[in-house]
C-alpha cells in the first residue's frame, strides 16, 4: 500500500489525485494534522532560521511514514529544501507536482489590465 504525505499548503486536485494513483500507485493520502498545517501555510519569513518550528513536522513524518512512502512537499523554499532533505535521508519519496500555466490579460472597466493564471497539473516529479 503506497502512501503519499501532503506537505503543501493548497488542497490536493482531482487531477493531482487520479494521477498520484494511476502513475505512482497511490492508495491513501494523509495531509498534516490541522495544527502542523497552520505551521507550515504560515512560516514566519522574519525569523533566520525556521529549522527549530519544523522539527513538529519531522517529528510527525518519522511516527507515520516508513521507508518507501512519498511525501508531496511544496512551500517555504528553505523549509521545502529542508524537509525533501530529510525525506531523502530517511527513505521517504520527496515529490513535487509540475503544472502549465495558461495566462490571460483582459482590461477591467478602467482600462487597468487584469492578469488571471490557470495552473494545470501536469505530472508528479522526484527531487
Known sequence: MKTLYLLFSHR?????????RASLGVVSFVPLPPELQQLWSNLPPELEDIRPLLEPVKQWL??????????????????TWDLVNFCHSTGITPLYS???RVVAEERDAGGAVVKKSLFAHVRFRRY
Open 12 to 20: 490536493l486536485t482531482a487531477e493531482q489525485e487520479r494521477d498520484a
Open 62 to 79: 518519522t511516527a507515520n511514514a516508513r521507508p518507501g512512502d512519498m511525501a508531496l512537499v511544496t512551500g517555504d523554499f528553505g523549509a
Open 98 to 100: 509540475t503544472s502549465r
